[in-house]
């Protein structure tokens, strides 16, 4: 799975690391399951729904795409981007 999230080009090795850990115990159900369990923003998420590794979850890329654009917790004013 490393292997596989390291070609999508601007996923971070954290946000990677994070969702190679979520997944450990138990495959994803949703994006929005993924977003939760490995703490992804939204950036992160349609970074991922870009290069199709969303595409098991949520269909085509455009699918996605929206579905990504949803699935990220909404950040409270003055919440650093790295928590």
Known sequence: MRLGLRMIHG???DAAARIA?????????DVQELA???RLDAGTLRTLAAGG???T???HR???LW???GAAPARRAGQCAGR
């Open 11 to 13: 996923l971070g090795q």
């Open 21 to 29: 850990t979520a997944r450990r115990s138990h495959a994803f159900a």
């Open 36 to 38: 939760a369990r490995a």
């Open 53 to 55: 590794a969303l595409a």
């Open 57 to 59: 979850l949520a269909g």
């Open 62 to 64: 455009r699918q996605a």
């Open 67 to 69: 579905q990504a654009s």
